[in-house]
């Protein structure tokens, strides 16, 4: 009677103690919940919706044809080659230019005017797109903006007085531009504020020049991280729809406006599967890209240890 007394004794508490030490263990994670809880309502499920309607016909049935059209029809095809090309051009000029100004305000003070002046700025034009940046460029460089007025009125009939250029794919290059450079200063300061002085006096204490600093030592640690923000950058402007939709008012050059068309048409109702099966294209590119840059971001970790 006492040792059965004696084990129910013990064994009594044991599932409320169990239970104690996984609320206790669970505890750091329930800051996480809400975080998971937006990845799966604006992340997961838009992406589930995308994947199944892609291949759904009109019926509500299995059904190609949306997936075969994109594949096949060359109007698709070229707005994916459109939008792959700017998102190049731009990521490349602003990852160049961004890397650039980053390196500039790595070498100045640390608490300088000038370098908090320079990271605050970045932090609201790498946002500053949409209807406000379309509007902004158009009122500057517009048909009645104020630098071609000023232009046609002084200088006569030069580049910057015809505002056509605005309203193409090269307008649509430069405008992206303005928030892939900021952009890129905000993901690559930190890169470039981990190199290490001891590194550059080694180089120079064994007779290295700069180039030859930049070559085998500064450029093989800042290459991972480079590229990585580039392709980060390409992904950024491979998904902007607002700016281009506020500029771009006829015809669908780039696949974004190519899905609103498909979506909100009056001639063509009833094309959302095609819709979503450009969106499914959209959503293959930029997950390519961002398993590199994760890749990449990886690789250049070890560095910042």
């Not at 059209?69 to 190049?88: D, G, M, N, P």
């Not at 991280?225 to 390409?234: E, K, N, R, V």
Request: glycine share 12%; proline share 4%; net charge positive.
């Amino acid at each position: 009677m006492t040792t059965a007394s004696t084990l129910t004794t013990e064994a009594g508490p044991a599932p409320r103690g169990a239970g104690l030490r996984w609320a206790r263990r669970a505890a750091p994670y329930l800051g996480v919940v809400p975080f998971g809880v937006f990845v799966i309502v604006f992340l997961l499920w838009p992406t589930y919706i995308v994947i199944t309607g892609a291949f759904e016909g009109k019926d509500g049935g299995f059904d190609l044809s949306a997936i075969t059209e994109v594949v096949t029809q060359e109007s698709h095809r070229s707005a994916f080659q459109k939008s792959i090309t700017i998102s190049l051009i731009t990521a490349l000029a602003g990852s160049v230019l961004g890397a650039l100004l980053a390196w500039a305000i790595s070498i100045g003070r640390s608490n300088g005017p000038l370098r908090r002046a320079s990271l605050a700025g970045a932090g609201v034009f790498a946002q500053f797109g949409g209807v406000m940046l379309a509007f902004a460029f158009l009122a500057t460089f517009g048909f009645n903006g104020m630098v071609t007025v000023f232009f046609n009125d002084h200088f006569g009939d030069t580049f910057l007085s015809d505002a056509s250029w605005l309203y193409g794919l090269g307008g649509l290059c430069v405008v992206y531009t303005f928030f892939q450079i900021p952009l890129m200063l905000i993901v690559f300061l930190p890169s470039v504020e981990n190199l290490r002085p001891q590194w550059r006096e080694a180089s120079e204490s064994l007779g290295g020049t700069t180039w030859e600093y930049w070559r085998h030592v500064g450029g093989p640690i800042l290459f991972p991280s480079f590229i990585g923000a580039a392709l980060l950058l390409f992904a950024n402007a491979f998904s902007a729809y607002a700016t281009a939709a506020a500029l771009v008012s006829q015809g669908s050059p780039i696949v974004p406006l190519q899905i609103r068309g498909a979506l909100s048409s009056e001639v063509a109702l009833g094309n959302a599967s095609l819709g979503k099966a450009l969106a499914l294209g959209m959503v293959v590119v930029v997950a390519i890209v961002m398993t590199g840059y994760a890749l990449l971001q990886r690789r250049a970790s070890k560095w910042s240890q």
